[in-house]
C-alpha cells in the first residue's frame, strides 16, 4: 500500500513569512495527525483530525499555525508568521481508527528552516 | 495529561551485546505503548507494541515489557547490529492521544 504522503520535503523561509505543508494519508485511514518535532526531541502533537473534523488541537499554538482536513482526506497545516523556533521536522501521520491499538504511520516528514 | 520519561537519552553498546531502553508513564489509564525506530533523516516507524492487558512481547531479537503497576515498560534488544543504531522513541496512549518521549539515541560499535 502507498505510504503517507508529505510535501515538500524541505523549506527554508525567513521569520514572519508564511508556510504551508501538506499530506496525503494512506487511503482508507480516517485518523490524520500533525506532530512537531524539534532536533533531539520526540514528537509533539499538534493537531488530530479524525475524518475532516478536529478531535484534538490543544497543543496547536492558534494565533500562527492553522490547520485543515476539509473532504477528509489529504490536510494542510500552515504557519503565519514564521517564528525561528517553528524550525523543525513537521511529521504527519495517520492510523485507521480513532481508538487506541494501532501504531501510527509516519510520512517522511518536511524539514522547516527559518530564518 | 500524560508525560512519558525516557531513559537513557545515549547508550552505546558493542555489536552483540544487549540494549534496554526504559520508559515511565505518568497516566494509569494509558493502554497501549508503541515503540519506535527513527534513522538519521528518515521517519519514525513501528517496530514492536504492547497493550496493557499483557506484560511481555516479543518478535526475533526486540522484545517489550510492562509493568502496570510500576508504570514503566522497556525495550529490549539482543544480539545488536551496527544496523540497530537509530533513535528509539517509547510512547503511551490514552484513548485517542499519544505522548512520546525525548527518545534515546542507540550507537552500536561494530
Known amino acids: 500500500e502507498a505510504g503517507v504522503a508529505q510535501s515538500p520535503r524541505y523549506k527554508i523561509i525567513e521569520k514572519r513569512q508564511s508556510v504551508a505543508f501538506w499530506c496525503n494519508p494512506i487511503?482508507?485511514?480516517?485518523?490524520l495527525y500533525w506532530y512537531q518535532q524539534i532536533l533531539g526531541q520526540g514528537p509533539k502533537l499538534l493537531i488530530q483530525f479524525q475524518n475532516n473534523g478536529v478531535v484534538d488541537d490543544s497543543q496547536l499554538p492558534k494565533d500562527r499555525f492553522s490547520a485543515e482536513r476539509l473532504k477528509g482526506v489529504d490536510s494542510t497545516l500552515k504557519i503565519q508568521p514564521a517564528k525561528l523556533e517553528d524550525s523543525a521536522v513537521y511529521l504527519c501521520a495517520s492510523s485507521p481508527i480513532k481508538s487506541t491499538g494501532n501504531g501510527y504511520t509516519f510520512g517522511s516528514g518536511t524539514r522547516l528552516t527559518v530564518v | 495529561g500524560e508525560n512519558v520519561e525516557q531513559h537513557p537519552s545515549t547508550l552505546s553498546v558493542q555489536e552483540g551485546d544487549s540494549a534496554v531502553i526504559k520508559c515511565t508513564y505518568s497516566?494509569?489509564?494509558?493502554?497501549?505503548f508503541p515503540w519506535y525506530k527513527q534513522e538519521l533523516g528518515k521517519r519514525p516507524q513501528l517496530i514492536i507494541d504492547?497493550?496493557?492487558?499483557?506484560g511481555e512481547k516479543k518478535d526475533q531479537r526486540i522484545a517489550v515489557t510492562l509493568n502496570k503497576t510500576a508504570k514503566h515498560f522497556s525495550l529490549h534488544i539482543t544480539e545488536t547490529q551496527p544496523e540497530d543504531s537509530a533513535v528509539y522513541f517509547c510512547?503511551?496512549?490514552?484513548?485517542?492521544?499519544?505522548?512520546f518521549g525525548a527518545g534515546t539515541r542507540l550507537f552500536v560499535k561494530a
Open positions: 487511503s482508507g485511514h480516517a485518523t
Open positions: 497516566d494509569s489509564a494509558s493502554n497501549y
Open positions: 510512547a503511551a496512549s490514552i484513548g485517542f492521544k499519544t505522548i
Open positions: 504492547i497493550r496493557s492487558n499483557v
